[in-house]
């Protein structure tokens, strides 16, 4: 067998633990054999990254830059345990949050859906794609504790030295205060990224926030994501036959509910943090999670959400058998094959990666799973495999196909 050609690499980001050993076994079993992978290599894992002075980060996430595709294993965000078991220089900062900096983008969660792994949410059908502003909001927020009755104001002093100011409230007595911003140059970039990533999925992507009470705040984004869209999209939306609606962040939650799935819900920071978690543990698995990390240019990396399953590790160090679920990590991998083969023109590396998803759900709703899924399942008549069996088992069902 003849095995498919690349023009341009994949940036391959390695990483930590037990997803470092399903990332070798990964390619081993499921891509070389049938790839002729072309992939610039970056080493992300937590020692690399200490020897290098995690230069190798910045490195990699420019590369992806250049290439426009990155797929990025878990790896360890250090903290003060990490610093003292891998006896690092420094308690380096997390590789996601400097590739995000580098990258700018916004981060879109989705779950993959089998049968037998039923969503508890009965009239979901497809999957649900979250993608949630990644700035600002609550999250940078100002606040204090007000302590006795006064008058609180928001004073804005521009570099002009123009003064706005505005009553908050006149308090009389304690209560609490609270202070928050945003940016227009980063609500265009999400906008952006939400829009490249609907035109990729051919799905319509929904926008919510709370206009009708915060009429200059919510409503800001309201009108940057119209203008953006208006002034760049509308047009390729209506030839991929998808679209843009804004509602308000009730009523687009009453909707989810009932709705089938299918399309991309895009949520400003907090909603975003809340409703990713109820769709996550709604749809099942984090092991079943992907997640992607598109910019406004429209470049991409792939990557499961979960992270390095330390403990499965520790078992694994010790001979152990493990059964950790490798489903997310492939997918980030097909997903990224697939975006490299479009952008090149190589039908075949998207075939290959529709072949391999297929070949992953199918083994899954043939009773071969991870015992994470054999946990949950509504099948009967499971077989619970190792770490490898799984890896093998799809394999198999690739080869069969
Ligand atoms: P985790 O690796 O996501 O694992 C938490 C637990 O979830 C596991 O112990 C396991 O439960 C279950 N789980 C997660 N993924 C699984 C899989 N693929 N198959 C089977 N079970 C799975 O989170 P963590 O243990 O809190 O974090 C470990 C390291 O990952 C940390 O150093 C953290 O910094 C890093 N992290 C990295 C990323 C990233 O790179 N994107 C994201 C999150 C965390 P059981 O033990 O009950 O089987
Ligand atoms: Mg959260």
Redesign the pocket.
């Known amino acids: 067998m003849t095995k498919i050609q690349m023009k341009t690499p994949i940036v391959e980001m390695d990483?930590?633990?037990m997803t470092r050993i399903l990332w070798k076994m990964i390619k081993d079993e499921l891509i070389l054999p049938f790839i002729d992978l072309k992939s610039e290599y970056y080493d992300l894992g937590l020692k690399k990254r200490d020897e290098t002075d995690d230069r190798i980060t910045a490195d990699a996430a420019r590369a992806a830059l250049k290439y426009g595709v990155a797929v990025k294993c878990?790896?360890?965000?250090p903290n003060a345990d990490?610093v003292k078991e891998y006896n690092l220089k420094e308690m380096w900062k997390s590789?996601?949050g400097t590739i995000r900096a580098i990258m700018d983008g916004t981060v879109f969660r989705r779950p993959i859906t089998v049968k037998g792994i039923e969503p508890n949410v009965r009239s979901w059908k497809k999957p649900i794609t979250i993608a949630r502003h990644a700035y600002g909001d609550v999250y940078k927020n100002a606040e204090m504790l007000v302590p006795c009755a006064g008058k609180a104001e928001l004073v804005f002093t521009g570099e002009d030295g123009t003064q706005i100011r505005e009553l908050i409230h006149e308090f009389d007595g304690p209560g609490v205060l609270q202070g928050m911003h945003n940016l227009d140059g980063s609500i265009s970039s999400f906008a952006h990224s939400c829009f490249e990533f609907a035109l990729d999925a051919k799905e319509d992507i929904w926008f919510a926030a709370k206009d009708t009470i915060s009429k200059k705040y919510d409503h800001r984004f309201k009108d940057i994501f119209q203008e953006v869209y208006d002034r760049e999209y509308r047009e390729k939306f209506e030839k991929a036959g998808i679209r843009y609606f804004y509602t308000l962040i009730d009523d687009a939650v009453a909707r989810v509910m009932k709705s089938e799935g299918g399309f991309i819900w895009a949520c400003k920071n907090y909603d975003g943090d809340v409703m990713s978690d109820m769709l996550s543990s709604a749809f099942g698995s984090?092991?079943m999670m992907t997640?992607v990390l598109v910019n406004p240019e429209g470049k991409f990396e792939y990557?499961?959400?979960?992270?390095?399953?330390?403990?499965?590790y520790y078992k694994y160090l010790k001979g152990e058998k493990t059964s950790?679920?490798?489903v997310?990590t492939i997918f980030a991998w097909t997903g990224a094959l697939r975006k490299r083969g479009q952008l090149d023109g190589i039908s075949e590396l998207a075939a290959y990666a529709d072949r391999m998803e297929k070949a992953v759900i199918s083994t899954i709703e043939s009773g071969k799973m991870?015992?994470?899924l054999a946990l949950i399942t509504s099948m009967s008549n499971v077989e619970k495999l190792d770490s490898e069996e799984f890896i093998k088992a799809v394999r198999g069902c690739y080869e069969a196909l």
């Open positions: 990483g930590d633990e878990a790896t360890i965000t990490r590789p996601n984090l092991a997640s990557e499961a959400a979960h992270g390095t399953v330390q403990r499965h950790t679920n490798s997310a991870t015992g994470d």
